[in-house]
């Protein structure tokens, strides 16, 4: 073909330009790309070396001088081009840049100042005007840079090389930080730096030990009694339990191997080991993720999308899965950054009534290293908090010896296991089910006859009730909603021994059940109250007395003897206490506590001198004693003593009725019986030909008696205006169990439970776990079926109930394992005044558990530990405090993304087949006969 002729008319209307002035030196450099770019990097890395104080500030000067110098120039030739609006969309965009630096500047020194326990540097570092002026050029600069190279800056961010690159590094970066022991994170105390490093050494240094042991474990050998034991488990409890146990042997050993492994390693590497540390440390790889550069990563990952995204504009329904999932991954950075920036982490602990309106938030320590306390502008009350723990059954042949141990093991508590065991020891076999099994249940300890569960023998016990009689009881009691006699003020069983099971005190009605005529008639004729004081007797042995010294225990009462070798003893109370706590003042005398003393305690002198005559030397100075009593344990003790030696009580030691004693001087040489005996004494009595009778001794008045040997039988005590009534006598009574399993308590109903305890101060009511057990026996002495209820036992303690089979060989508890069930908490939301806030009329309550915080007011609280009672110290729980506002918008990206994902594999590929699928028939249809087809 041959070429287009020139027309020599346009070679000659054709004028040249004049060629432009070549620049100088400066002004070319100041025009190169280089500069800007040098200008910057250098710039960055200087100032970021300034912001964790590795090195002043000042040398960042230069070369953003020059990266302003090389801007200026650039933006006085582009100005006629871009205009005035680029220009201010690039100035609002430079203040963003620079707010958002400043924030990186302050985010990146907060960090480094708690490291150092809080303590700001005062000498190198950004100052707070001086930073903020250089993050705003800094942040200029960076977007004149952008602005000013835009095309190349567009295809490297929008390049799938670079996108895989950065990708890559934030993966790499990620698994070191895995890979190497990382700092505290948010929420947490710093650690000690010994305790931090130790941790790393055996941590991160130990990478080579568990890499070995990965690949060749080392060789386990056990031992014979090992074996032993094994080998009994399996005989008694089945094979599985016995690999279960070989496991667990096999493991024990190889980490005890594994830890020996690792001691010698960084015992022989010390020195290179801390070298390491120091090098990671340096780097930041051992607290990569809170580092300036790793952030720095994911800000360029999420440039690197938005670039992707705009790129490929405008978007179709085809890419709608495509689109979705990048938009996902910008949604989750953008809550993260918005998490970063606004995140407030702590913790608050509380007991039941306390109110708490400030956290203590580690991640902002005061400059003594303690954490800042924020408040949160409401108060948040705790109603109640409880703790509970999962329960398995323990089985042992505590006659048959494995190794060193009992024969015993663990079984998970759920209705509907069977179990099948085998005593080693006789060959005897046991079935076990586990019919029911409650985390909570009512269990009510009754006495019942003998005959009526299938047992023998059985002890008189009666069954009580105290009645409120409200006309006697006085006009406090004016205007009650029960009638007289029927209102029930407590209720239980009377043992002949003192013991009574309800709350009101042992000591205030005894049963005795006289083995002679004679004798029941001297305690109906009130033989007992003869000689005693007020609150009974008190017998004081003096060293050289061959027989106590015996003083009435009232005020001013005494009573004195002389020894043969001449010393003259004597004793005086001075003041009798009806209730003296130790610690605690005591309370004034009234008349309910002269009825039933809590804490009985007399004040006593005692002097020691020579007789002369009958009176006492004046030169011999007396010595004070507080004889400090218990009631319930004295009636205890008495019990214990006369079922232990068959008589009523006198072999009971000196002194052991004198709960707590203390004295100075002659008193301290002495030894106290305190024989207390209550103002007003009821017992019932009976005998052989007594029929059962109420009797009351009051001083000073002859005994009341009434007839109290049928049920129904009813009389007033006296005291605090209370009837005693006999519902039921039982002759031979054994103890039985009424389990009323409950089922889960909700929230609701724990929520009054806890506002009912803090506004009456009574407990709520006792609960326990429980399983019942049939158990089928089958040895030489033939087959037999029991079933029987288990209680569970606290761990560390005995006294639930347990099973025993019929030879006593085999043992069946349930306890309660380490393995926290539930841990929670009632919260209630209160206004600054502390009066509940009200949300739709009702005020904002909760139960928080694990998983299930309180939020409010952006803050949310997570149950994070909880403290058991101990030592007069209520109960409490640590409650993590967290404000995050980034959280939404975090799982909304996660949302996004999945869905952008779902979309991407299924949605996408189905449109882009239907739409060829379409394109096929059309073009089908246009090439068949008589179809038309476009030019």
């Given at each position: ?7 020599p ?24 790309a280089?500069t800007?770019?040098?200008g ?15 090195a ?6 230069l ?14 030739e ?9 220009c ?85 970066l ?13 929420g947490?105390l710093?650690?000690?730096e010994?305790k ?25 050998v ?41 001691e ?21 790889f ?21 670039a ?7 978007w ?14 910008l ?6 950054v918005?998490?970063?920036?606004l995140l ?14 400030a ?7 005061q400059?003594?290293g ?11 009350r ?28 663990q ?18 076999t ?23 569960v ?6 008189p ?8 009689d ?5 006009e ?33 009605v005894?049963y005795?059940?006289a ?15 003869e000689?005693?004081?007020?609150h009974?007797m ?30 003259l003893?004597?004793v ?8 003296y ?10 008349e309910?506590a002269?009825?039933?003393p ?5 004040e ?16 011999a ?40 004693k203390?004295?100075s ?35 000073g ?21 209370l ?10 009574a054994?103890?039985?169990?009424r ?8 929230d ?17 009511e ?38 025993h089979?019929?030879?006593?060989r085999?043992l ?7 393995n ?23 005020p ?19 149950q ?25 918008t975090?799982?909304?990206?996660f ?40 030019a």
């Open positions: 073909m041959a070429e287009n002729p020139v027309d008319r346009e070679v000659l209307n054709t004028t040249v330009a004049p060629s432009a002035p070549s620049p100088g030196p400066l002004r070319a450099a100041l025009r190169s280089w800007g770019w040098l910057g990097i250098l710039t960055i890395v200087l100032l970021g070396f300034a912001c964790v104080d590795a002043p500030w000042w040398p960042a000067i070369p953003l001088l020059a990266l302003a110098a090389c801007l200026a120039v650039r933006a006085a582009e100005w006629p081009r871009v205009g005035f609006p680029a201010t969309l690039g100035v609002g965009a430079w203040t963003v840049a620079a707010g958002l630096f400043r924030a990186g500047i302050g985010w990146s020194r907060e960090w480094d100042a708690l490291r150092v326990s809080g303590a700001l540097p005062s000498d190198p570092g950004l100052g707070s005007s001086l930073g903020l002026g250089l993050s705003i050029l800094l942040g200029g600069a960076f977007l004149g840079v952008l602005f000013l190279h835009g095309e190349a800056i567009w295809r490297s961010l929008s390049s799938v090389r670079l996108a895989v690159t950065t990708l890559a590094a934030v993966g790499i990620s698994v070191i930080g895995t890979m190497v022991v990382q700092r505290f994170g948010a947490s710093p650690e000690p010994q931090f490093v130790e941790k790393f050494m055996k941590g991160q240094g130990a990478i080579p030990v568990n890499a070995r042991f990965m690949v060749s474990p080392p060789k386990v056990l031992t014979g009694a090992e074996e032993e034991k094994i080998r009994l488990t399996g005989e008694a409890f089945g094979e599985g339990k016995a690999r279960q146990m070989r496991l667990g042997l096999t493991q024990m050993h190889e980490k005890s191997e594994k830890a020996l492994a690792i010698k390693h960084v015992a022989a590497r010390r020195e290179h080991l801390l070298s390491l540390f120091e090098h990671l440390e340096f780097l930041g051992t607290n990569v993720f809170r580092t300036w550069w790793f952030n720095s990563l994911l800000v360029l990952l999420s440039l690197q999308v938005l992707v995204m705009v790129k490929r504009w405008p179709g329904w085809p890419m709608s899965g495509w689109v979705m999932t990048h938009a996902g991954v949604v989750t950075l953008a809550g993260c918005i998490s970063d920036g407030r982490d702590g913790s608050v602990g509380m007991s039941p009534g306390e109110t708490a309106t956290f203590e938030e580690a991640t902002l320590l400059p003594d303690e954490p800042s306390r924020t408040p949160f502008g409401f108060g948040v705790m109603l109640g908090t409880d703790q509970s723990f999962y329960h398995e059954l323990q089985i042992a042949f505590p006659a048959v010896t494995a190794g060193d141990d009992v024969l015993w093991t079984e998970q508590l759920r209705a509907g296991r069977v179990l099948k065991l085998k005593d080693p020891g006789n060959g005897a046991y079935e076990v089910r586990i019919l029911d099994a409650f985390e909570r249940a009512r269990v009510q300890s009754v006495m019942v006859p003998a005959k009526s299938g047992r023998e023998g059985g002890a016990v009666l069954r009580l009730r105290y009645l409120l409200e006309k006697a009881a006085g406090s009691h004016a205007g009650h909603a029960h009638a007289p006699g029927e209102h029930v003020v407590d209720q239980g069983y009377l043992f002949t021994d003192g013991f009574y099971s309800g709350r009101v005190p042992a000591y205030a005894r005795i059940v083995g002679t005529e004679e004798e029941a008639r001297g305690h109906l004729a009130g033989r007992s109250m000689g005693m004081g007020k009974g008190l017998h004081v042995t003096a060293p050289g007395l061959d027989r106590p010294l015996t003083v009435k225990a009232e005020a001013d009462a005494s009573a004195e003897a002389v020894a043969p070798d001449g010393t003893w004597k005086t109370v001075r003041r009798y206490h009806p209730a706590w130790v610690g605690r003042e005591p309370r004034p005398e009234d309910e002269e009825a039933w809590e804490k009985p305690a007399l006593v002198l005692v002097r020691r001198g020579t007789a002369k005559g009958d009176a006492l030397d004046a030169g100075a007396p010595g004070e004693m507080l004889v400090y009593a218990d009631p319930d344990l004295q009636s205890q003790w008495e019990s214990m003593v006369r079922n232990a030696s068959g008589h009523g009580g006198e072999g009971a030691p000196a002194g052991m009725k004198a709960a707590m203390w004295g001087g002659p008193a301290g040489l002495c030894s106290y019986r305190y024989e207390f005996a209550p103002p007003v004494q009821t017992w019932i009595v009976e005998g052989p030909g007594i029929a059962r009778t109420l009797v009351v001794h009051r001083p008045k002859e005994p009341e008696t009434a007839d109290f040997s049928k049920p129904g039988a009813t009389m007033p005590l006296g005291v605090q205006g009837v005693l009534r006999l519902e039921e006598a039982i002759p031979d054994v103890p039985d169990l389990i009323e399993g409950l089922r889960e308590e909700t609701e109903e724990y929520l009054a439970s806890c506002l009912r305890t803090l506004e009456t101060g009574a407990p709520p006792p609960t326990m776990a429980v399983a019942r057990l049939e158990v089928k026996e089958k040895d030489a002495a033939g087959e037999r079926t029991r079933t029987e209820w288990l209680l569970a036992e606290k761990r560390g303690e005995f006294g639930g109930q347990r099973f089979s019929t030879d006593g085999l069946i508890a349930m306890v309660e394992t380490n926290s069930m539930m841990f929670r908490s009632a919260l209630e939301v209160v206004g600054r005044d502390g009066n509940p806030i009200l949300e739709d009329g009702e904002v309550r909760t139960v928080v558990k694990v998983n299930h915080p309180l939020h409010w007011g952006g803050y949310a609280f997570y994070n530990n909880f403290i058991a009672a101990a030592g007069g110290r209520p109960a409490a729980s640590v409650f993590r405090v967290k404000y995050d506002r980034g959280i939404p975090i799982y909304t990206g949302v996004i993304l999945t869905l952008g994902t779902c979309m991407l594999l299924y949605v996408d590929p189905l449109l882009r087949k239907r739409r060829r699928e379409a394109a096929e028939r059309a073009a089908a249809a246009g090439a068949a006969p008589g179809g038309t087809t476009d």
